[in-house]
């Protein structure tokens, strides 16, 4: 299983980015696709996360500023996040999960930094 994450970076406080995950090595469509970040010092949280079905379930903290997509034909997941704050300063990791398991399997993360 191989999860390739790209996208993160620099932005001031009300910007935008789209995170992506290429997955590779799983059927894709049969798995929970989500997100989750690790700020320095905390735990690991979930972001958003998207079923086999396409069921979304996001974080409080980040209702209605993320989108959390897939596309199958690509067997990508994508994590849309606007209106960025400081506090969303993490690296983002991408996990996949197949449908009725408790099988994990993680991405490398990538960075997402908001200035203020």
């Known amino acids: 299983v191989q999860l390739q994450a790209s996208g993160g970076g620099l932005v001031q406080a009300g910007g935008s980015l789209r995170l992506s995950c290429a997955a590779s090595g799983i059927i894709f469509s049969r798995n929970s696709m989500s997100w989750y970040r690790q700020a320095p010092g905390k735990q690991r949280e979930l972001v958003a996360r998207?079923?086999?079905?396409?069921?979304?379930n996001y974080a409080d903290s980040v209702k209605g500023r993320v989108t959390i997509s897939r596309d199958n034909a690509k067997n990508t997941v994508y994590l849309q996040m606007n209106n960025l704050k400081p506090e969303d300063t993490a690296v983002y990791y991408c996990n996949a999960r197949p449908a009725f398991t408790n099988q994990d399997s993680w991405g490398q993360g990538t960075q997402v930094t908001v200035s203020s």
């Open positions: 998207i079923g086999a079905s396409g069921s979304t």
